[in-house]
């Protein structure tokens, strides 16, 4: 099993700043990409930032130069420093990790944490 605990979350005006933090645990080989998605009210859940294990970064163009996504590969974590943030941000963040959980693994698993809340207020 792999659990996904996302912390960070809360209430800031806009144009503040957040840090979300996600850590994997359970039984991990690697984990190769993690990222961060959110859902807002009425709306399908959508991608904000995703990273390799190598550190590449892809950025949704409604945060990019915004949010920052980074991970420590050794705490198995996973960050976003969310800034400038807008009531348009508001939403449940979730990350997400694929992982490999034996060295033999034939591919990684999918793994979700239960996600934590942003509002952003104008």
């Known amino acids: 099993q792999v659990q996904l605990v996302e912390s960070g979350g809360g209430l800031v005006q806009a144009g503040g700043s957040l840090r979300l933090s996600c850590a994997a645990s359970g039984t991990i080989f690697s984990i190769n990409v993690m990222g961060w998605h959110r859902q807002a009210p009425g709306k399908q859940r959508e991608l904000v930032a995703t990273?390799?294990?190598?550190?590449?970064?892809n950025y949704a163009g409604s945060v990019e130069g915004r949010f920052t996504i980074s991970r420590d590969n050794v705490k198995n974590t996973v960050y976003l420093q969310m800034n400038s943030l807008k009531p348009e941000d508001t939403a449940v963040y979730y990350c997400?990790?694929?992982?490999?959980?034996?060295?033999?693994?034939?591919?990684?698993?999918?793994?979700w944490g239960q996600g934590t809340q942003v509002t952003v207020s104008s």
């Open positions: 990273i390799t294990s190598r550190n590449n970064t």
């Open positions: 997400n990790a694929e992982v490999i959980r034996f060295w033999n693994s034939r591919g990684p698993v999918s793994a």
